[in-house]
């Protein structure tokens, strides 16, 4: 408490009730938190009792842990806290309403082989969404919509050209979400809406005080959980210029309306920002100021000392642009890691890297594909979760992927199949099928809404005589005249995989047998074939080898991480969970405006602020503002401490596009009108 100032402390010392904490860019928001959370446990409150949702687990962790310099670690324990999503996993476990967690990537697989199996072209000939797309606007949805509108009215009115597909969309979803209840899969907002509706339901949870971090970016879905909780005591902590998710669901209008949703509400204002210089503040400050007040405030700032004025740089050429960003970083006396280029448009990037890749200066790219991602890794995960979960229709889908032949709705089918053969487990449907079991039952017709009856045409007899299928041969799930070539030697290894594991437990083994099987290796071999592959079509041999075993010491780094965890479940649980908040190298950081928001650096490039760029006009017309764009600006600015480059080209010769400057330039009054 001693190391607060007067707003921080009176924040941090708010009577019980709800209380709204205005935090400005810089002005200490964890620390306030932290002594809010300390202040109640001084005042007796049990620390079972205290609630603390952020929108990363990492934040809390370090909430958390900066309240061990003062508490014991028996009670620090004691407090709730992790993301939204986190929190929601953890307390319906408890209320004995556990789910497997799926993400959205596995999803939308599942929901691909639903939409492949509707027909869409007897209603229109315009092209229907894909199952990827469906999910995200679904997704959208269940984030924006919190009461009993039906999907097909929200789209019908969101999505005017796709509207007369409104009613086969929302039957594939019915459909979408029975599949999910059938193997008790859940993404990240069903945890959400599962929670939400057991609190209504009267499940007995309860806390004196809920504090809600990052306020301003809470989605209408997130408002309502909040809301369930019926806690007597809120500490909302949040900044309505740094929201920045419209595009995922986020409704400033639930930080906008805190004042009147509850009656005697507190605001309290963190105006005194320790981060950056006079001259960077009163840039940022003089552009947000063209947007709606919602609160009033205005950031002052603790800094003493010279520091240069914001730098506006201009470029005839794009690739001009870049290289000199280069030559300022490679002749700066800064951390490399205290280096920031932060971008609105992924096109930047590309030409940033290459520069600086010119220049021999390590850089890392928030957002670039992570180890966990690499296909060959998720692979390699997905054939162990075959094996953890044997129900796990998303792992079967995504490894059947590789089989020639073999799409989302004929993986989704065989899956089918083979349970219904395995009294509902794959493993058993491959290694011990009932003889007398149906594999599957026809399905009723509806025109409507582009179901056309059996899926599956008749089976073409001995079609697999010539593959070396060994004792798998005269295995049932043959039969279906939806199973390619490739997919029968997928199920042969997937079987040979399944009975070697049977009874393993240990998860260094599993993995190992994993990256040896003769499924993991065709899984291998179709990867690096596609990745050297030439133009022409030929693949480059050398190339190819290379890949494999690039591959292959990959897998080898998954197996020795395997180490550390006794058992596979586990192990797998830690990479279907944990696996996102890794750190991802060192050097200087390439960051969208959305990745870059909490951090802050010493040295700032905001690059291609060029009207149509930044503020960026494509998706301003896809549901965005020219509000949010100013907000993103803000954030960009402002995670800059000592020094802020602006820059942006004139013209890019390549693609011979010339730009004008951005409106935020001229709000800045760096250029005339």
Same mark, same amino acid.
């Given at each position: 408490?001693?190391?607060?100032?007067?707003?921080?402390?009176?924040?941090?010392?708010?009577?019980?009730?709800?209380?709204?904490?205005?935090?400005?860019?810089?002005?200490?928001?964890?620390?306030?938190?932290?002594?809010?959370?300390?202040?109640?446990?001084?005042?007796?409150?049990?620390?079972?009792?205290?609630?603390?949702?952020?929108?990363?687990?990492?934040?809390?962790?370090?909430?958390?842990?900066?309240?061990?310099?003062?508490?014991?670690?028996?009670?620090?324990?004691?407090?709730? +806290?992790?993301?939204?999503?986190?929190?929601?996993?953890?307390?319906?476990?408890?209320?004995?309403?556990?789910?497997?967690?799926?993400?959205?990537?596995?999803?939308?697989?599942?929901?691909? &082989?639903?939409?492949?199996?509707?027909?869409?072209?007897?209603?229109?000939?315009?092209?229907?969404?894909?199952?990827?797309?469906?999910?995200?606007?679904?997704?959208?949805?269940? =984030?924006?919509?919190?009461?009993?509108?039906?999907?097909?009215?929200?789209?019908?009115?969101?999505?005017?050209?796709?509207?007369?597909?409104?009613?086969?969309?929302?039957?594939?979803?019915?459909?979408?979400?029975?599949?999910? *209840?059938?193997?008790?899969?859940? /993404?990240?907002?069903?945890?959400?809406?599962?929670?939400?509706?057991?609190?209504?339901?009267?499940?007995?949870?309860?806390?004196?005080? #809920?504090?809600?971090?990052?306020?301003?970016?809470?989605?209408?879905?997130?408002? &309502?959980?909040?809301? +369930?909780?019926?806690?007597? &005591?809120?500490?909302?902590?949040?900044?309505?210029?740094?929201?920045?998710?419209?595009?995922?669901?986020?409704?400033?209008?639930?930080?906008?309306?805190? /004042?009147?949703?509850?009656?005697?509400?507190?605001?309290?204002?963190?105006?005194?920002?320790?981060?950056?210089?006079?001259?960077?503040?009163?840039?940022?400050?003089?552009?947000?100021?063209?947007?709606?007040?919602?609160?009033?405030?205005?950031?002052?700032?603790?800094?003493?000392?010279?520091?240069?004025?914001?730098?506006?740089?201009?470029?005839?050429?794009?690739? /001009?642009?870049? $290289?000199?960003? !280069?030559?300022? #970083?490679?002749?700066?006396?800064? /951390?490399?890691?205290?280096?920031?280029?932060?971008?609105?448009?992924?096109?930047?990037?590309?030409?940033?890297?290459?520069?600086?890749?010119?220049?021999?200066?390590?850089?890392?790219?928030?957002?670039?594909?992570?180890?966990?991602?690499?296909?060959?890794?998720? !692979?390699? #995960?997905?054939?162990?979760?075959?094996?953890?979960?044997?129900?796990?229709?998303?792992?079967?889908?995504?490894?059947?992927?590789?089989?020639?032949?073999?799409?989302? !709705?004929?993986?989704?089918?065989?899956?089918?199949? @083979?349970?219904?053969?395995?009294?509902?487990?794959?493993?058993?449907?491959?290694?011990?099928?009932?003889?007398?079991?149906?594999?599957?039952?026809?399905?009723?017709?509806?025109?409507?809404?582009?179901?056309?009856?059996?899926?599956?045409? &008749?089976?073409?007899?001995?079609?697999?005589?010539?593959?070396?299928?060994?004792?798998?041969?005269?295995?049932?799930?043959?039969?279906? +005249?939806?199973?390619?070539?490739?997919?029968?030697?997928?199920?042969?290894?997937?079987?040979?995989?399944?009975?070697?594991?049977?009874?393993?437990?240990?998860?260094?083994?599993?993995?190992?047998?994993?990256?040896? *099987?003769?499924?993991?290796?065709?899984?291998?071999?179709?990867?690096?074939?596609?990745?050297?592959?030439?133009?022409?079509? $030929?693949?480059?041999?050398?190339?190819?080898?290379?890949?494999?075993?690039?591959?292959?010491?990959?897998?080898?780094?998954?197996?020795?991480?395997?180490?550390?965890? $006794?058992?596979?479940?586990?192990?797998?649980?830690?990479?279907?969970?944990?696996?996102?908040?890794?750190?991802?190298?060192?050097?200087? =950081?390439?960051?969208?405006?959305?990745?870059?928001?909490?951090? %802050?650096?010493?040295?700032?490039?905001?690059?291609?602020?060029?009207?149509?760029?930044?503020?960026?006009?494509?998706?301003?017309?896809?549901?965005?503002? @020219?509000?949010?764009?100013?907000?993103?600006?803000?954030?960009?600015?402002?995670?800059?401490?000592?020094?802020?480059?602006?820059?942006?080209?004139?013209?890019?010769?390549?693609?011979?596009? %010339?730009?004008?400057?951005?409106?935020?330039?001229?709000?800045?009054?760096?250029?005339?009108?």
């Amino acid at each position: 408490m001693s190391n607060l100032n007067h707003e921080q402390y009176a924040a941090a010392t708010a009577p019980l009730g709800h209380n709204l904490i205005i935090a400005s860019a810089g002005t200490g928001k964890t620390s306030t938190i932290v002594a809010r959370i300390a202040h109640l446990l001084d005042l007796g409150i049990d620390a079972n009792q205290i609630l603390l949702l952020t929108f990363t687990n990492k934040a809390a962790q370090e909430m958390i842990a900066r309240l061990g310099a003062k508490f014991d670690q028996k009670t620090i324990s004691k407090i709730t +806290a992790g993301t939204f999503h986190s929190i929601s996993n953890t307390l319906l476990k408890k209320l004995g309403k556990g789910v497997i967690l799926k993400q959205p990537s596995e999803l939308k697989t599942l929901l691909k &082989s639903l939409v492949e199996q509707r027909r869409f072209d007897h209603i229109s000939d315009i092209n229907h969404y894909g199952g990827a797309y469906l999910y995200d606007v679904y997704s959208l949805f269940c =984030n924006s919509c919190v009461n009993d509108e039906k999907f097909s009215q929200w789209f019908s009115v969101n999505y005017g050209e796709q509207a007369v597909f409104a009613d086969i969309y929302e039957d594939i979803l019915r459909e979408f979400e029975e599949e999910k *209840s059938r193997f008790n899969y859940a /993404d990240f907002n069903d945890l959400l809406i599962k929670m939400r509706n057991e609190l209504k339901n009267g499940a007995d949870i309860k806390f004196d005080e #809920i504090l809600v971090d990052e306020y301003q970016d809470t989605n209408s879905l997130q408002g &309502s959980l909040i809301d +369930a909780f019926e806690t007597k &005591s809120l500490f909302c902590v949040g900044d309505f210029d740094q929201s920045i998710y419209a595009f995922n669901g986020a409704n400033i209008g639930i930080i906008g309306s805190f /004042d009147q949703r509850y009656k005697n509400a507190n605001i309290y204002n963190l105006n005194i920002n320790y981060r950056s210089s006079e001259k960077i503040l009163n840039l940022a400050n003089k552009v947000i100021s063209n947007n709606p007040r919602l609160y009033p405030k205005q950031l002052q700032v603790s800094r003493n000392g010279e520091f240069k004025s914001p730098q506006l740089m201009i470029y005839k050429d794009i690739k /001009d642009e870049y $290289s000199h960003i !280069a030559q300022i #970083i490679n002749d700066t006396a800064f /951390d490399k890691t205290q280096t920031a280029i932060i971008f609105r448009n992924n096109s930047s990037a590309d030409g940033i890297e290459i520069a600086l890749k010119e220049k021999n200066i390590k850089c890392k790219r928030k957002g670039s594909v992570s180890f966990f991602e690499s296909r060959e890794i998720k !692979a390699l #995960i997905d054939i162990i979760g075959i094996l953890v979960n044997p129900k796990d229709i998303m792992a079967f889908i995504s490894v059947f992927e590789y089989a020639k032949g073999m799409g989302n !709705a004929k993986s989704k089918d065989i899956f089918d199949k @083979l349970c219904n053969i395995g009294g509902g487990s794959v493993m058993k449907g491959l290694l011990n099928p009932d003889p007398n079991a149906k594999m599957s039952e026809k399905k009723a017709k509806n025109y409507e809404l582009g179901l056309f009856g059996d899926f599956e045409q &008749s089976a073409v007899s001995n079609k697999f005589d010539k593959l070396n299928l060994g004792e798998f041969k005269n295995h049932k799930i043959l039969s279906s +005249a939806n199973l390619s070539e490739d997919g029968a030697l997928f199920l042969k290894d997937l079987s040979e995989f399944l009975q070697n594991t049977k009874n393993k437990k240990n998860a260094y083994e599993i993995v190992n047998l994993a990256l040896k *099987s003769n499924l993991f290796k065709r899984i291998c071999e179709v990867l690096a074939t596609k990745r050297a592959m030439k133009k022409n079509g $030929s693949i480059d041999e050398n190339l190819k080898s290379e890949n494999l075993l690039k591959i292959n010491s990959k897998a080898l780094d998954l197996a020795f991480m395997s180490k550390n965890y $006794s058992d596979c479940w586990s192990f797998y649980n830690f990479l279907t969970l944990g696996k996102s908040e890794f750190d991802e190298g060192d050097g200087v =950081n390439l960051l969208t405006v959305h990745a870059s928001k909490g951090l %802050e650096f010493r040295q700032v490039f905001v690059v291609d602020l060029a009207e149509g760029r930044f503020p960026n006009f494509k998706l301003m017309n896809m549901g965005g503002s @020219l509000e949010e764009e100013r907000r993103l600006f803000y954030v960009a600015v402002t995670r800059a401490k000592d020094e802020l480059y602006l820059t942006y080209a004139q013209k890019d010769n390549m693609r011979n596009i %010339e730009y004008k400057p951005s409106v935020f330039l001229k709000e800045a009054g760096l250029v005339k009108e």
